[in-house]
């Protein structure tokens, strides 16, 4: 293992325990964010400015928590868990449905529309 992967592995968040405390800092970062344009954008535009900042830590919390799977269960001694199986059929994309036509387009199936050969 080089070098260069060693140091990444330090800065990859495989707990969501550690995701929960880079959301932490995270919120204070944008919390002193925000306290420095309401003192430097007096009025409406300086407490918007400090909105967007905190409402950016739901986004980036939401997202690590996500991308953090949850520690697996240990089951008791002498029982297993069945695996876990995945649907056959993905629900999240469309499907193609069949037509009454195949695969051939509805001109090729017209009659008398056959293509023109020029000379």
Sequence with gaps: MTMRMRIARLFTIKT???AW?????VAL???ERGVHYLETYPGVSGLLLA????GV?????????DS???????????????PQRRPAISRSR????????????RLSL??????????
């Design 57 to 65: 830590v739901f986004l980036v919390g939401a997202k690590l928590l």
């Design 16 to 18: 969501r325990t550690e």
């Design 94 to 105: 469309p499907r193609l449905r069949p037509t009454r036509y195949g695969s051939e387009s």
């Design 68 to 82: 953090v799977r949850p520690a697996p269960v240990t089951a008791k001694a002498g029982v297993h868990a069945p």
């Design 51 to 54: 909105l967007a900042c905190t």
């Design 21 to 25: 405390l880079v959301t932490y800092a």
């Design 29 to 31: 970062g944008a919390v």
């Design 110 to 119: 017209r009659r008398g529309s056959r293509p023109t050969i020029l000379p």
